[in-house]
């Protein structure tokens, strides 16, 4: 079968490999649709981040949409030709996070497309705890959304945030956005999005958003002071992973709010810690997600959620690199969600 393999950063090949079969607890999947994370992107142009180069080479990808084509040992509730989505981790059962139902913060965590092979292939294997059934009011491609969907939802509910709070979100990618539908969805009274790109910004308005604050037009904290005259949000959610994007978050945040770290971060970053001890802003940090995958697709059954506009380009497997990482790496203002075709 064919198989997209990380080899070393700017080395992603389109090559044969053995097909998968299910161990213990796990299913077999056919894929149809694997999209390309902002995590895949980085380990694509920055790599190794994330990934594991000693289990290089891997198959990428653990956004997806499919059918199951085998069902492993012991596994209940799943059947050759169901209709699946699934989310990314491996959790162990076991250690002290994971006994407390922890599972995003398992210490022997594996993640699939980053240390076991992923979706961007015709089929890969995924425990069947991490899958969940797409009911029929959810397309294969928000189905493929569920994962990015689960991260955001996870960081809006780490967040605390209640009915008629005020958010910003710090970032304009997928994750952002699906933060900003998240908020929404939460029962948020206004959404403020800070963006980089005009044409992510202008598509953040569509959904929703309050307002819109370009990093262009000078600091977003003092734009949004100036739009609202108010003390800042009760939340805000960093989705970018910058250096300098926690302390943002924390001055978009009112006296005693929340600021959640979402961005993934290949430097560290800076803070300057008298501006969270004098405001008693608390900083919570937001790994994955825990069952937000079962939760994100209920909310796009029932239509709370509807990420079709995040999705902007489909296409085939062979021509990811081209179509997929390079298009994503040179236009952020028309490019969001791509979609591999399998
Ligand atoms: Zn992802
Ligand atoms: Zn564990």
Redesign the pocket.
Same mark, same amino acid.
């Given at each position: 079968m064919k198989a997209l393999r990380w080899h070393g950063r700017k080395d992603l090949r389109y090559e044969d490999v053995p097909e998968p079969s299910p161990g213990p607890g796990q299913l077999k999947v056919k894929v149809a649709l694997a999209g390309i994370c902002g995590t895949d992107l980085k380990e694509y142009a920055a790599g190794p981040c994330l990934i594991a180069p000693d289990k290089a080479p891997l198959t990428m990808g653990h956004e997806f949409a499919g059918k199951v084509a085998a069902v492993g040992e012991g596994v209940a509730g799943f059947k050759v030709g169901d209709r699946v989505t699934g989310v990314g981790y491996y959790? @162990?059962?076991? @250690?002290y /996070? @994971?006994k407390k139902g922890l599972?995003n913060l @398992? /210490?022997?965590?594996d993640f699939t497309g980053l240390s076991i092979d992923g979706c961007m292939a015709e089929y890969f294997v995924i425990p069947a705890y991490a899958c969940y059934q797409l009911p029929d009011e959810v397309s294969d491609e928000a189905g493929a959304m569920v994962e990015p969907l689960a991260v955001a939802l996870h960081a809006i509910r780490q967040a605390g945030v209640r009915l008629g709070d005020t958010v910003a979100i710090v970032g304009d990618g997928a994750i952002g956005l699906c933060a900003l539908l998240s908020a929404r969805a939460a029962g948020a009274s206004e959404v403020y999005v800070v963006a980089k790109h005009k044409g992510r910004g202008v598509l953040a308005s569509s959904l929703g958003a309050t307002a819109v604050f370009y990093l262009d037009d000078g600091n977003p904290a003092q734009q949004l002071q100036k739009f609202t005259g108010g003390p800042g949000v009760d939340a805000a959610i960093e989705c970018v992973g910058r250096p300098d994007t926690p302390q943002l978050a924390v001055e978009l945040t009112r006296r005693g709010g929340t600021a959640v770290i979402t961005g993934v971060f290949e430097q560290p970053g800076t803070l300057d810690f008298s501006t969270i001890m004098f405001t008693e802003i608390n900083m919570v940090g937001s790994s994955i997600y825990v069952h937000e995958g079962r939760t994100a697709v209920k909310m796009l059954a029932d239509k709370r959620i509807d990420p079709a506009r995040l999705i902007t380009s489909r296409v085939p497997l062979k021509d990811a690199v081209e179509l997929g990482f390079e298009a994503l790496l040179n236009d952020k203002e028309t490019n969001i969600k791509v979609l591999l075709r399998i």
């Open positions: 959790y @162990c059962g076991e @250690c /996070v @994971c599972y @398992c /210490v022997n965590q």
